[in-house]
């Protein structure tokens, strides 16, 4: 089960507010701000900044 949309419409980035977007395989949520990545680990968002990776643009 993936994540929910109603759930990506209304999760943020702790760090800076901004939207978020599911990465293409689905392993984490991106941020468009600043290139966080938080990961999903069985189907929940882990929106703890200490878990996220920052990814390249």
Do not use: F, N, W
Not at 12 to 36: I, M, N, T, Y
């Amino acid at each position: 089960m993936a994540v929910s949309q109603e759930l990506l419409d209304i999760l943020v980035c702790p760090l800076d507010k901004a939207p978020l977007q599911l990465k293409p395989d689905q392993s984490g949520l991106k941020c468009e701000k600043c290139h966080r990545v938080y990961p999903i680990k069985d189907d929940i968002p882990v929106m703890i900044i200490e878990e996220a990776t920052v990814e390249s643009e």
